[in-house]
Antibody, heavy 122, light 111 residues
Framework: QVQLVQSGAEVKKPGASVKVSCKAS????????ISWVRQAPGQGLEWMGW????????NYAQKLQGRVTMTTDTSTSTAYMELRSLRSDDTAVYYC???????????????WGQGTLVTVSS | QSVLTQPPSVSGAPGQRVTISCTGS?????????VHWYQQLPGTAPKLLIY???NRPSGVPDRFSGSKSGTSASLAISGLQAEDEADYYC???????????FGGGTKLTVL
């Protein structure tokens, strides 16, 4: 069965960086993309970006350009999301989700990780 | 301000039918991009409910249905059950933003 298992909760200070991992199993990792979505406390879902696990192509949300980097390690079927220059409003639960396409970020998110809480506080 | 607009809340009694709207524009839903719907139960990750405007993944009851017309889409839930109480989100692709976009979410209360 398809599973996406994310790394544990993080507490960071403003200005620091965080790197969240998402280990995939139960399917051919390089046949799909991975999107990252975050949800601030009590708020809605915000798409952060997408990476093709086939060729590493990325597409980031405009508001996060320059602060976010998404990568994959095909040898371990793991996707990573690094967010830099953290601010208090980056406090959120971060989700990875499988996307059906390896060539475009358009598509549905059919499987989701359990979420990783990132808290930014001084 | 979300690119896709949903009502903040809807409610209905058990057994009733409710609909949740998702209004976009000519750069997303109106441009022909598919709409997908997710259900998020409290404290859990979102779950895909409807993909490609009107298709249900395996295991999703046929009480849930989706439709799309012009620059809008709708999720209908018939035969409401207490377990349907959750947040619902629509999602599509926006060509102006070159990325996926979500609606602001709708909280469904089963009275």
């Amino acid at each position: 069965q398809v599973q996406l298992v994310q790394s544990g909760a993080e507490v960071k200070k403003p200005g620091a960086s965080v790197k969240v991992s998402c280990k995939a199993s139960g399917y051919t990792f390089t046949s799909y993309g991975i999107s990252w979505v975050r949800q601030a406390p009590g708020q809605g879902l915000e798409w952060m970006g997408w990476i093709s696990a086939y060729n590493g192509n990325t597409n980031y949300a405009q508001k996060l350009q320059g602060r976010v980097t998404m990568t994959t390690d095909t040898s371990t079927s793991t996707a990573y999301m690094e967010l830099r220059s953290l601010r208090s409003d980056d406090t959120a639960v971060y989700y990875c989700a499988r996307v059906g396409s390896v060539v475009t970020s358009a598509g549905d998110f059919d499987y989701w990780g359990q979420g990783t809480l990132v808290t930014v506080s001084s | 301000q979300s690119v896709l607009t949903q009502p903040p809340s809807v409610s209905g009694a058990p057994g009733q039918r409710v609909t949740i709207s998702c209004t976009g524009s000519s750069s997303n839903i109106g441009a022909g991009y598919d709409v997908h719907w997710y259900q998020q139960l409290p404290g859990t990750a979102p779950k895909l409910l409807i993909y490609g405007n009107s298709n249900r993944p395996s295991g999703v009851p046929d009480r849930f249905s989706g439709s799309k017309s012009g620059t809008s889409a709708s999720l209908a839930i018939s035969g409401l059950q207490a377990e349907d109480e959750a947040d619902y989100y629509c999602q599509s692709y926006d060509s102006s933003l070159s990325g996926s976009v979500f609606g602001g979410g709708t909280k469904l209360t089963v009275l």
